[in-house]
């Protein structure tokens, strides 16, 4: 077939070295579509594992700023593999300090309005706690639905085969039977990313036959911390600050 001036004929023809001409059906300037890659992060056992780095430290504590899509970043293959979405599993602290509240609310905003990651919301369930020496009474709050939650959106997208990998970040073994479940019916690979501080879940693991095992690091959050602020490109108006127990520690000279 003739090619006009400047384009490359179709099929493309190529020379060997013994001047023979052959052809190829599979156009050199097109290049492979790259595997989506789906993220389900247990949004609690993140935060409370990077807040046990700060426990012991309250300078590390704007590590908890950190944008997950570039956290995640560090975890694929940028050349053969996307990131297609982001789950974020979680539960309104409601019963928490208005403090607590309104830092909770800024870095949501950010994940679900800036960086378009997917909120999945569960919630807290006051429980009646009795002291077995004292007697004495308190109530305490538990997160409810949101392994449910992970369980049920992790085996759904194995079975409707949408992603080309699933990565669980999380380190809670109760996730073990949906991974396992996931893992029959998924034609792509499950991974398990762990959160900082934490070992890889053993149960999570030996379904995964330990391949596909990852690990957050000190490092990785340090290389994807979030603005200081977010900016509405239309009006230029400040949409979320950064809250001032996020700001890093200032660089000594």
């Given at each position: ?36 890659v ?14 046990g ?12 700023w ?6 995640f ?42 960086l ?5 919301f ?25 392994d ?18 699933l ?87």
């Amino acid at each position: 077939m003739q090619s006009s001036a400047g384009e490359l004929p179709w099929p493309p023809r190529w020379v060997r070295p013994d001047g023979v001409f052959y052809f190829s059906l599979i156009s050199p300037m097109s290049a492979p579509a790259k595997k989506k890659v789906a993220f389900f992060v247990d949004g609690y056992n993140l935060y409370h594992s990077i807040a046990g780095l700060s426990a012991h430290d309250s300078t590390k504590n704007y590590l908890k700023w950190v944008d997950l899509r570039a956290l995640f970043q560090q975890f694929i293959n940028k050349s053969t593999e996307e990131i297609a979405d982001i789950y974020y599993f979680t539960a309104r602290p409601t019963h928490t300090r208005p403090d607590v509240q309104d830092r909770y609310n800024k870095l949501i905003r950010v994940y679900t309005e800036i960086l378009g990651i997917k909120v999945l919301f569960g919630k807290f369930k006051e429980k009646k706690i009795t002291c077995r020496c004292c007697h004495a009474n308190w109530i305490h709050h538990e997160e409810k639905e949101s392994d449910v939650n992970i369980a049920i959106n992790l085996v759904e997208a194995a079975y409707e085969q949408r992603y080309d990998t699933l990565c669980l970040v999380t380190q809670d073994s109760d996730l073990a039977p949906a991974v396992k479940l996931a893992r029959k019916v998924f034609q792509g690979q499950i991974r398990l990313i762990s959160p900082p501080g934490r070992p890889p879940s053993n149960e999570i693991s030996r379904v995964l036959r330990g391949k596909g095992i990852g690990k957050i690091k000190e490092i990785h959050l340090e290389r994807a911390l979030m603005n200081d602020k977010y900016v509405d490109t239309r009006t230029k108006r400040v949409i979320v600050r950064r809250p001032t127990e996020y700001d890093p520690p200032r660089q000594t000279h």
